[in-house]
C-alpha cells in the first residue's frame, strides 16, 4: 500500500533557528516528490518538486533532499520567521501529472514563536 | 502558473441541505481535481472532473452525493448534497495547467461547516 508518513507531527521552534521536517514513503512507482505549505484554513502551496535524479532542491529559505534509494525526503527551514508557521505536507506522485496517483503526508504542523 | 478562485471561501451549512462550491480559473487547464480535507487529516482526492462529460470518481465517493460539473477548460463546481456534520471539511479545487502537466496548483479552499 501506498504510503507517505511524516514527523515530527508537530514543532515548536523560537524565531531565528532551523528546523528539519521529515517524509518517509513506500509509493511506487515513484515519479516525484513535492513539498507544499499550508497556512490555516487555506490552499497548499508549492514550496518544492524533485524528481528521482534530484537529491536537493532550494527555494529561499527551503531547502528540500531527496533519497530515492531510502526513500526518505526532509524539508529545512534556515533562519525561520513567524510567517513559517503552517502545516508542511510531503506529497508523493506515482505517475507524472496523474492526481489520483498522488499519496499525500499527513502534514507536519510547524508553530514558529518569539 | 494558474491563479484558482474558489467559492465561498467559508460557510456555515444547515444538516440536510446542499452547497456548491464554484472553481474559477484564469487559463485553461488540463486537468481539474476535487479534494477533502477534513479537520486534522491528509487531502483526499473525490474526484476528477472531465469536461462535458461525468467526474471519475475514488473509491468512497459517489456522484449521488458529490454532484460535479465542468463545462469548460476553466471552471467546475462540486457540490455537497444533503449536508450531515461528517461533511464538515475544507474541499479544494486542484489543477494542472495546459503546458505545466509536472505541476499541480491547489485553490485556497471552501471550509464547510454543518450544524
Known amino acids: 500500500k501506498n504510503q507517505v508518513e511524516q514527523s515530527p507531527q508537530s514543532l515548536i521552534i523560537l524565531e531565528g533557528k532551523n528546523c528539519t521536517l521529515q517524509?518517509?514513503?513506500?509509493?511506487?512507482?515513484?515519479?516525484?516528490l513535492r513539498w507544499y505549505k499550508q497556512d490555516t484554513g487555506r490552499g497548499p502551496v508549492s514550496l518544492t518538486i524533485?524528481?528521482?535524479?534530484?537529491n536537493t532542491k532550494s527555494n529561499g529559505r527551503y531547502t528540500a533532499t531527496l533519497d530515492a534509494d531510502t526513500k526518505q525526503s526532509s524539508l529545512h527551514i534556515t533562519a525561520s520567521q513567524l510567517s513559517d508557521s503552517a502545516s508542511y505536507i510531503c506529497?508523493?506522485?506515482?505517475?507524472?501529472?496523474?492526481?489520483?496517483?498522488?499519496?499525500f503526508g499527513t502534514g507536519t504542523r510547524l508553530q514558529v514563536t518569539l | 502558473s494558474a491563479v484558482i478562485s474558489q467559492k465561498p471561501s467559508r460557510d456555515i451549512c444547515q444538516r440536510g441541505t446542499s452547497l456548491t462550491i464554484q472553481c474559477q480559473v484564469d487559463?485553461?487547464?488540463?486537468?481539474m481535481f476535487w479534494y477533502r480535507q477534513q479537520p486534522g487529516q491528509s487531502l483526499t482526492l473525490i474526484a476528477t472532473?472531465?469536461?462535458?462529460?461525468?467526474?471519475?470518481?475514488e473509491s468512497g465517493f459517489v456522484i449521488d452525493k458529490f454532484p460535479i460539473s465542468r463545462p469548460n477548460l476553466t471552471f467546475s463546481t462540486l457540490t455537497v448534497s444533503n449536508m450531515s456534520p461528517e461533511d464538515s471539511s475544507i474541499y479544494l479545487c486542484?489543477?494542472?495547467?495546459?503546458?505545466?502537466?509536472?505541476?499541480?496548483?491547489f485553490g485556497e479552499g471552501s471550509w464547510l461547516t454543518v450544524v
Open positions: 486542484s489543477v494542472v495547467p495546459t503546458g505545466e502537466e509536472n505541476t499541480i496548483y
Open positions: 517524509c518517509n514513503y513506500t509509493v511506487s512507482p515513484f515519479s516525484n
Open positions: 524533485m524528481t528521482f535524479s534530484e
Open positions: 506529497v508523493v506522485s506515482g505517475n507524472t501529472g496523474t492526481a489520483s496517483k498522488l499519496t
Open positions: 487559463s485553461q487547464v488540463t486537468m
Open positions: 472532473a472531465n469536461q462535458g462529460s461525468e467526474a471519475t470518481y
